[in-house]
């Protein structure tokens, strides 16, 4: 079936790849060994992350869908008719009460999905496509830095960005810092920051999260070996090795772990590159922030972002903000 209504924008350049091994290569050869995290979405791991979003466990997905039923018609009153750009969208899930909403207050709906699961992007493309009749789409593949880079900023004029599920909380400091200051730098005056995360709570419920009882969290963080042998031609054995998640109350994050089971060395064929692991080592595969609202709202101001608006569940466990530029 042909589509009008869509354009595909492929953002993975051969360039990119040479820097992807590279912080493969960073993180395997630090102490303690670490792996980037956006190497969980492959599409199995896409698929993975969709069936922890349904977990009883697993709160923040139908937290903040809760919130955008409550307040997506809210959200696209202040902001007036904009055209929507999201990073990390998945299944876009949430992001259609977005799409609703704003069906009712634009001309023309615009909706630039950016994900790095070319896989999952073209499959909710067209599922969206024959949702909304009015929808016109342009999906973007590849990782945040490359889209903020290239957001097709000529075409359009005002724009959202769409940052929902928490996923800033996988960015540590240093990361937040960049990240909001390309966010700054791809947005104009005026334009809009839609922002959802995780908030700090009680480390039962929150561990529970990470360590659901059907064990498609261990499943989702060892699925990370299997991509990274695809990719790398590595011989990562996922039988030696075990997941481990905790809430870190020092840094208010989860950390989640794969902890080596035996003395091994693993050899990644692609960049010539070989690791060893002692039974009991750990490789960091993320961190998954918990964040306080004022704190975070000065972090955005000091990246010229005026916090708008806060929205919360009743238990206050997840927020979503809008901001301006
Ligand atoms: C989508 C990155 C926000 O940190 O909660 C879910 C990913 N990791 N279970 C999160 C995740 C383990 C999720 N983010």
């Not at 079936?1 to 091994?21: F, P, Q, T, Y």
């Not at 059907?214 to 990274?228: E, P, R, S, Y």
Request: hydrophobic share 40%.
């Amino acid at each position: 079936k042909e589509h009008s209504r869509l354009r595909w924008i492929n953002l993975n350049s051969a360039i990119a790849s040479v820097d992807e091994g590279a912080d493969i290569m960073a993180g395997l050869t630090q102490n303690p060994k670490t792996l980037p995290c956006r190497y969980f979405y492959d599409d199995r791991g896409s698929e993975l992350f969709e069936q922890i979003c349904d977990l009883r466990e697993y709160y923040p997905t139908r937290t903040e869908q809760a919130i955008l039923e409550t307040y997506a018609a809210e959200i696209a009153k202040m902001t007036g008719s904009c055209h929507l750009i999201e990073l990390g969208s998945g299944s876009s899930r949430k992001t259609r009460l977005l799409l609703e909403a704003y069906s009712e207050v634009v001309q023309e709906l615009q909706y630039y999905p950016i994900d790095v699961s070319s896989g999952i992007l073209k499959t909710t493309a067209l599922d969206l496509l024959e949702q909304y009749p009015k929808l016109k789409l342009c999906g973007l593949a590849g990782t945040y830095e490359q889209a903020l880079a290239e957001l097709p900023s000529a075409e359009l004029e005002n724009r959202m960005l769409i940052f929902l599920g928490s996923t800033l909380g996988n960015l540590n400091d240093e990361q937040t810092h960049k990240f909001f200051t390309q966010v700054q730098q791809a947005l104009k005056p005026g334009e809009f920051f839609l922002l959802g995360v995780d908030l700090q709570k009680s480390v039962e419920i929150i561990e529970a999260a990470y360590n659901d009882s059907q064990g498609v969290t261990a499943a989702f963080n060892l699925n990370i070996l299997n991509h990274i042998n695809q990719r790398f031609q590595g011989n990562f054995s996922l039988n030696n090795f075990a997941h481990w998640a905790f809430y870190n109350q020092v840094d208010n994050q989860i950390e989640m772990h794969l902890r080596s089971l035996v003395n091994q060395t693993v050899f990644l064929e692609a960049l010539d590159l070989e690791v060893s692991l002692q039974a009991g080592e750990t490789i960091r595969t993320e961190i998954s922030r918990k964040f306080h609202i004022p704190t975070l709202i000065s972090v955005l101001e000091t990246h010229a972002f005026q916090t708008l608006q806060v929205w919360t569940d009743p238990q206050s466990w997840f927020g979503l903000l809008l901001c301006q530029r």
